[in-house]
């Protein structure tokens, strides 16, 4: 079982940067791939990035590629979203998820999901 705790959201300019965070708990973390989602209000949620448990390789969107890095720490059992060049349409709602890698892009198929972090991209 893995819970999953989120943080590092808030309010920031458009070009500002955030990172946020994702604390997990449970003794099979490291062998979950991972994955940050989306979700604008009235908007479904859309895929942001994902990195296998091993961390050698990861995934973009293209929307964030070149302004978003995901990264992992397995020793910390913390996944991270750092996002600089913010721009208003990135203020959304983040989540963090866990599941197969491969299937890591398919929403229904992910198990575990943090609470959500708002980022509001506001001047």
């Known amino acids: 079982q893995v819970q999953l705790v989120e943080s590092g959201g808030g309010l920031v300019q458009p070009g500002g940067s955030l990172r946020l965070s994702c604390a997990a708990s449970?003794?099979?973390?490291?062998?979950?791939?991972m994955a940050w989602f989306r979700q604008a209000p009235g908007k479904e949620r859309e895929f942001v990035a994902a990195?296998?448990?091993?961390?050698?390789?990861?995934v973009h969107a293209d929307s964030v590629k070149g302004r978003f890095t995901i990264s992992r720490d397995n020793a910390k059992n913390t996944v991270y979203l750092q996002m600089n060049s913010l721009k208003p349409e990135d203020t959304a709602v983040y989540y963090c998820?866990?599941?197969?890698?491969?299937?890591?892009?398919?929403?229904?198929?992910?198990?575990?999901w943090g609470q959500g972090t708002q980022v509001t991209v506001s001047s």
């Open positions: 998820a866990s599941g197969s890698w491969r299937t890591i892009l398919v929403i229904s198929t992910l198990e575990y």
């Open positions: 449970g003794r099979t973390f490291s062998n979950y791939a």
């Open positions: 990195i296998p448990w091993s961390g050698f390789s990861t």
